[in-house]
């Protein structure tokens, strides 16, 4: 009896393991089979090459931090090492001699100059003192690239967003098609039917049937033509992405509003970079003009002579001041310049200004436009709806042609594909807006 529970438990655990498994790889194969444009976006960020070498560049430019301290505020250690013989010709009767006491005839580097060789081996320390203006400098100049790659990176993700969102919405237009042509085969091959019995029983004529059989058989090469348009559509967007392509079962409606006008416009804010990068230079470049002190110090064999050398073992420190003085007036020209490159930056932000503001205007006035259309359409269309319906029930009856039917239809047909081109350029424009007003 025990053993017959426990074989119980284990297949009820079976089976509740397996309900699992399905309900957990259904969940996946949803995920996969329905995509959202959030979707594609959010792929399309994490493959984008750009910004993932933008990524990297911003970690240098925290390393770069480091060396600035490195170079002008830590310790710079070195070895050094020398040996140089300064020998005599013709010196007492000898052709070569090392000395330092040679004859008023010998041939030779003065005395005073050489003191007949030099052997040294020192370890040799450096500082910079009073730098700390100095360095401020390099790292507001380290500071300001490194936002200018951020912006980088933020307009380079904008610009995937607006790719993606419009690559999306033709693709979706495309599968609308689809599915509308699909129902108005689905509607005509009933009507097919109804049209072989009316043909049989001789309310209508045989030319009817072929007329209508014929063009169901153009509209599924059209659906053909869709669904070969809808899977390129869908492969151009998965590349964007930076992802394999796979299959998905449908699209869901983009899912995006019109955002509110920012406090600070993009072109503002890399304008402001900009300015900054050259003040940043300009700082940098003057660095050069500022006193420096440095103060050093050494250890190790320095001598002239090799006996007693090793007596020559000693250390020697000291401060050094560098103070520029005239350099042919290359700090006015670089600022000349810098003024020139500010007015420069200045012309592009006054026409940038000009030339967003009446973007967003224009793109305004066309979705309002198009928003009164599209009521008008969709009215319209209403009506062609109600008139398609009444064609129905007359062709069932047998008192309009198929001719009258079917232009019926493609009127029907053109007005739906008018609204869904309607739909398509309103979300196009949405989007075009989204881009401009940031």
């Not at 284990?10 to 329905?34: C, E, G, R």
């Not at 030099?118 to 790292?139: G, P, R, W």
């Not at 090469?221 to 079962?249: C, D, F, H, R, V």
């Not at 006996?307 to 020209?333: E, F, W």
């Amino acid at each position: 009896m025990i053993t017959f529970k426990n074989n119980l438990n284990n297949q009820l655990l079976k089976q509740l393991l397996l309900f699992a498994i399905t309900l957990f790889t259904s969940s996946l194969t949803v995920a996969q089979d329905n995509a959202t444009l959030d979707y594609f976006v959010n792929i399309a960020k994490e493959n984008a090459p750009a910004l993932g070498e933008n990524g990297n560049l911003l970690k240098m430019g925290d390393i770069q931090k480091s060396i600035i301290f490195a170079q002008n505020n830590a310790f710079q250690i070195n070895a050094t090492s020398e040996v140089l013989v300064a020998p005599y010709f013709n010196n007492n009767g000898n052709i070569i001699d090392i000395t330092t006491t040679p004859s008023p005839t010998a041939y030779g580097y003065d005395v005073g100059i050489t003191n007949g060789g030099l052997y040294s081996a020192q370890i040799n320390v450096t500082k910079n003192l009073f730098n700390q203006a100095i360095t401020d400098n390099l790292l507001f100049q380290n500071k300001i690239s490194n936002n200018a790659i951020s912006l980088s990176s933020e307009e380079i993700t904008h610009n995937i967003i607006k790719n993606i969102t419009d690559a999306y919405i033709m693709a979706y237009q495309l599968q609308l098609q689809e599915e509308f042509t699909k129902e108005i085969l689905k509607d005509l091959e009933k009507r097919l039917q109804v049209v072989k019995l009316l043909v049989k029983r001789a309310i209508l004529m045989e030319s009817d049937y072929l007329l209508l059989q014929l063009d169901i058989e153009g509209k599924k090469i059209e659906l053909q033509q869709i669904q070969n348009n809808l899977k390129t559509s869908l492969n151009q967007l998965y590349s964007l992405s930076g992802t394999a392509i796979s299959a998905i079962e449908k699209l869901e409606a983009p899912n995006f509003n019109r955002v509110s006008t920012p406090s600070q416009f993009f072109y503002q804010k890399k304008f402001k970079n900009d300015s900054l990068q050259i003040i940043a230079n300009q700082r940098v470049f003057e660095n050069q003009y500022k006193p420096q002190v440095t103060a050093y110090a050494n250890t190790g064999v320095n001598a002239v002579k090799i006996p007693n050398m090793n007596r020559r073992l000693g250390t020697s420190a000291g401060l050094r001041l560098t103070i520029p003085i005239y350099d042919g007036k290359q700090r006015k020209y670089n600022a000349q310049q810098n003024l020139l490159k500010e007015e420069s930056l200045e012309f592009y932000r006054a026409n940038s200004k000009v030339q967003i503001n009446n973007s967003i205007k224009s793109i305004e006035q066309q979705i309002q436009a198009l928003e009164i259309s599209m009521q008008l359409q969709e009215k319209q269309l209403s009506k062609q709806e109600n008139i398609l319906e009444i064609y129905k029930g007359k062709l069932v009856q047998g008192q309009i042609s198929i001719v009258d039917y079917l232009n019926v239809v493609q009127n029907y047909k053109l007005n739906a594909y008018t609204k869904l081109q309607m739909q398509t350029n309103y979300w196009l424009l949405q989007s075009q807006y989204n881009f401009i007003n940031w």
